[in-house]
C-alpha cells in the first residue's frame, strides 16, 4: 500500500489526505474510547464490500460518534445534535464490545461531551431509554435485559440487541 501524504489544517479541526480535506476526530475523546470507536469503523468499512446495507450504517454511527460527521465539534451542539452523537456513541460501543460485551452509558457520555460528561448523563440515560424502546440495543443489569421504561435503581448497561 502507497504512503499518504496526511496533514493537519492549522486550527485542527481538518485533515489533508494526498489533497482532500476531511474533518478531524473530535480531540475531546479519551484515547482508549477514541481507539474502541476507531477499531469500530474499520470493521465497517471492511464490511461494506459483502453487506452494504448493514456496513453503511455502522460506518456513518461510528463517523458520528468520533465527531466527523454531524454537528461540528468545536462549535456549540444543539440538543438534537447532542442527542444524534450520544446514540451514535451508544450504538458503536455496543456493537464494538458485542456479542458478549456490554458499554456503560458513562462511556459514550465521556466519548461526546468530554470532561464535562457528568452534566450530561441524564441526556445520556435517556437517549439510552429510547434506543431500547426501538430495539436498537438493551438496557442490562447483572446481565438481565431491563424493560427501558421503568426505573433503573443500581448501574446498568447497555448491549447490542442480539
Keep these: ?10 486550527d485542527g479541526r481538518h485533515i489533508v489526505v494526498d489533497g482532500r480535506r476531511w474533518r478531524a476526530s473530535d480531540p475531546s475523546i479519551p484515547e482508549a474510547l477514541r481507539a474502541e470507536l476507531v477499531a469500530e469503523l474499520m470493521a465497517a468499512r471492511r464490511a461494506v464490500r459483502d453487506d452494504p446495507a448493514t456496513a ?37 460501543l455496543a456493537r464494538h464490545r458485542a456479542p458478549d460485551g456490554t458499554t456503560c452509558p458513562s462511556d459514550a457520555a465521556r466519548a ?46 447497555v448491549r447490542a440487541v442480539r
Design 112 to 157: 461526546v461531551f468530554g470532561d464535562g460528561w457528568r452534566d450530561l448523563m441524564d441526556l445520556t440515560r435517556d437517549v439510552a431509554r429510547q434506543l431500547a424502546r426501538a430495539g436498537e440495543v438493551e438496557i442490562t443489569q447483572r446481565g438481565a435485559a431491563l424493560d427501558p421504561d421503568e426505573p433503573w435503581k443500581r448501574p446498568v448497561r
Design 56 to 92: 453503511r450504517p455502522r460506518v456513518q454511527d461510528a463517523k458520528v460518534a468520533l465527531g466527523e460527521r454531524g454537528e461540528p465539534w468545536w462549535e456549540e451542539p444543539t440538543e438534537a445534535g447532542r442527542r444524534d452523537r450520544v446514540a451514535a456513541a451508544l450504538r458503536t
Design 1 to 10: 500500500m502507497a504512503q499518504r501524504d496526511v496533514e493537519r489544517t492549522e
